[in-house]
């Protein structure tokens, strides 16, 4: 009999790890970070421990007590076996946001990871650009082991490329996948970043579809609702629908987004200062046109850029690189030598900057602070948390503006982090600022209406804090469950 088991996403937006299988075959659906439980134990400077394999995760509840799920090199370094057999057949992706993806680092190599090829290259730019943490996505660096040295004296760390092993990631192309008696077809749906998909799960007991999560207001919303059709065609047994914004019943688009956005930039005669997410490419597509519609270029960050190399290669509609109207914005890092070409020669300057960065020191779309300082009416500058400190090279003039463009604090910490942005800002004379932003999911009207006309038999709220809503809007008219951490529900 298939059954769906919930090891995340339950009471809680994100976090998300389903497992679905029956008497043969299992597979796991998102292997997500609980936001909620890593901000309750762990901060910036308070991480869990590689050396403690997965045990630090597993304390806290991070990551469930699976046997047979997770890498050897950290299961063997703290004393725990490694099963020759998987727990599960495969991993599939609904998309590449840390809530649904991000404990891929910890599974082991052995098991297909199935994802578009967008949040595949999603997930190699994060993987090559973060500097350190749990991003092996792609490559996994095996740790603990010894090699030995050329001269045969003794051994050494196993490091570099001898210690990398390429995950096996597979491409979901629009053909339906076969594990067992599973048949898994992934629709794509519009979210905040590129490559997102809902799962429909063809089983023997009946079809379940995963809905991931999703909005209909992006410039691909027709997505959303192609798959709400083709959904609602198969009358699924069981429904596992996200409901981030349930009790929202007000929306903004991203047109909405893009014409007030355009309004500010027009209206400004210095800089204009920007936060988007950093890897949300219709909002990045959005700023994009607004300021090439006022004459304005957009000037996004390094690891921006190395992501735009990686969807150069895949449909994803986004800015080119060497798009006349696209900037890349060269930081004043460790000896700050990027500013000073007349004093020092080039190696010298490299050698502030990682590899990954180096090929973009030369691009013909490279800026620097002095090049905006300069020409501030000509920038639309993207600029997060993480670097405020560019603007104390760039010293936005008077009549400057920030936008920003990102969900309002939803705990402590943001509204901590909130606090000092706008202290940034007063300093730099840019209070008030513009909030413009529009959600990556659906609110609550648009996500009855979806269950609604796909019409299961079963509804499994998750990926909400408030699942009791669903009962109370349903109840009449569908079975809601309302779904409990690792309990089995059969089909």
Not at 130 to 154: H, P
Not at 258 to 282: A, H, M, N
């Amino acid at each position: 009999m298939v059954n769906i088991r919930f090891y995340g996403g339950v009471n809680e937006i994100g976090g998300n790890k389903i497992i679905i299988g029956d008497e043969n075959n299992s597979l796991l659906f998102d292997f997500g970070m609980s936001f909620s439980i890593a901000h309750k134990y762990f901060s910036e400077f308070l991480q869990p421990r590689k050396c403690n394999g997965i045990l630090d995760f597993v304390e806290f509840g991070l990551l469930p007590n699976i046997n047979g799920l997770y890498r050897k090199d950290y299961l063997e370094h703290v004393g725990l076996t490694y099963p020759e057999r998987p727990a599960v057949d495969a991993v599939f992706i609904t998309h590449a946001h840390a809530d649904h993806s991000s404990f891929i680092h910890h599974l082991r190599e052995d098991v297909p990871v199935y994802a578009t090829k967008a949040s595949k290259a999603i997930l190699e730019a994060l993987d090559v650009t973060s500097g350190a943490g749990f991003t092996e996505f792609i490559w996994l660096k095996e740790a603990f082991s010894l090699m030995q040295k050329k001269d045969g004296t003794g051994y050494k760390r196993l490091q570099g490329s001898a210690a990398k092993k390429e995950r096996n990631i597979k491409i979901l192309d629009g053909k339906k996948i076969s594990i067992g008696d599973f048949e898994i077809e992934a629709v794509p749906v519009n979210h905040s970043l590129p490559g997102a998909v809902a799962y429909i799960i063809h089983t023997p007991d009946g079809d379940i579809v995963y809905t991931g999560d999703f909005r209909f207001h992006g410039y691909g919303g027709e997505l959303t609702r192609k798959f709400v059709n083709k959904a609602s065609d198969i009358q699924p047994k069981a429904l596992l629908c996200e409901g981030t914004r349930i009790k929202e019943f007000l929306d903004k688009s991203e047109e909405d987004v893009k014409r007030e956005v355009s309004w500010v930039i027009s209206k400004t005669k210095g800089l204009v200062i920007v936060d988007f997410p950093v890897r949300d490419i219709d909002r990045m597509n959005t700023f994009y046109e607004a300021a090439k519609n006022n004459d304005r270029k957009l000037v996004i960050n390094l690891r921006q850029a190395y992501l735009l190399k990686l969807l150069e290669e895949t449909d994803v509609n986004a800015p080119r690189l060497d798009d006349e109207n696209i900037r890349v914005y060269i930081p004043r890092k460790n000896w700050g030598t990027i500013t000073c070409k007349d004093r020092y020669p080039e190696y010298i300057i490299e050698q502030d900057y990682e590899n990954w960065e180096k090929e973009f020191l030369h691009h013909k779309n490279a800026v620097t602070c002095d090049d905006i300082k300069n020409s501030m009416h000509e920038y639309v500058f993207r600029c997060d948390f993480f670097e405020l400190k560019n603007l104390i090279d760039i010293k936005p003039k008077e009549g400057s503006a920030y936008i920003r463009s990102v969900c309002e604090p939803f705990d402590e910490e943001m509204e901590i982090d909130l606090k000092k942005v706008e202290n940034w800002l007063d300093h730099f004379n840019l209070l008030p600022y513009y909030q413009i932003h529009a959600s990556g999911h659906a609110p609550g009207d648009e996500i009855m209406s979806t269950i609604t006309n796909i019409n299961p038999d079963m509804v499994f709220p998750i990926h909400t804090e408030h699942p009791y809503l669903f009962y109370k809007m349903l109840h009449h008219r569908t079975s809601v469950v309302l779904p409990e951490l690792e309990k089995k529900y059969n089909i």
